[in-house]
């Protein structure tokens, strides 16, 4: 079936960069789009998330962009720090449907 | 309280054992769900329960058996399980199915 990805399987990042880590998804009837952050030995936790009626929505240090004619989602980290070492998946829910998850990204920030 | 609470956090099970495990949430949601997570894979969708009721099951096997007794809980009884079911089980839930999803600890299963 169709499924959310990520371009790149890991990110390596300086303290006090911006991050940016991506995600394509195929399923053009998703309308809902979230970012998580998985810690080692954790579950997923909430980021951020946007909805199909919107192109680019903020929250503390993290922005998320949606461009929904080529189907790309992204994640904007501001001044990364070293607690944001992490896997940070997209996920895509539509409607009346359950979030499906993309491969992933490993974020490691060094100071 | 935004908290989604799995029990046992770890389990050790051989292949002819009868498990459970256990999810709660105390914040009124009345969608919840079964994700698989293996070593460095996404989470994979197991089961859906929108208002107790079973609403997504993606083809799993009957060895996997999923319970909601009430909206605050939900059961994953287990039984027969091979080696490769050894992963990390997900337990989350959101106010509807089209809304955040939050997510316990997870249990980590081991089938020896």
């Known amino acids: 079936g169709e499924s959310v990805g990520l371009h790149l399987p890991t990110l390596s990042v300086q303290e006090g960069d911006n991050s940016i880590i991506n995600c394509a998804y195929s399923?053009?009837?998703?309308?809902?789009f979230i970012w998580y952050k998985q810690e080692s030995g954790k579950g997923p936790q909430f980021i951020i998330d946007?909805?199909?009626?919107?192109d680019k929505r903020q929250g503390q240090r993290v922005t998320v962009l949606l461009n929904k004619t080529v189907k790309h989602l992204s994640l904007q980290i501001a001044a990364t720090q070293p607690g944001d070492s992490a896997v940070y998946f997209c996920?895509?829910?539509?409607?009346?449907?359950?979030?499906?998850f993309g491969k992933g990204t490993t974020l490691s920030v060094s100071s | 309280d935004t908290e989604v609470t799995q029990t046992p956090k770890h389990l050790v099970m051989g292949m002819t054992n009868k498990k459970s495990l256990k999810c709660e949430q105390h914040?009124?949601?009345?969608?919840m769900y079964w994700y698989k997570q293996k070593a460095k894979k996404p989470p994979e969708l197991m089961f859906v329960?929108?208002?107790?009721?079973?609403?997504i099951n993606e083809s799993v096997p009957s060895r996997f058996s999923p319970e909601c007794p009430n909206s605050s809980l939900l059961n994953l009884h287990l039984h027969a399980l091979q080696p490769e079911d050894s992963a990390l089980y997900l337990c989350?839930?959101?106010?509807?199915?089209?809304?955040?999803?939050?997510f316990g600890q997870g249990t980590r299963l081991t089938v020896v």
């Open positions: 329960y929108s208002y107790e009721k079973l609403s």
């Open positions: 989350a839930s959101s106010r509807t199915v089209d809304t955040e999803a939050f």
């Open positions: 996920a895509e829910n539509e409607a009346g449907t359950a979030l499906i």
């Open positions: 399923n053009s009837a998703s309308d809902y």
């Open positions: 914040m009124g949601h009345r969608a």
């Open positions: 946007i909805r199909s009626n919107m």
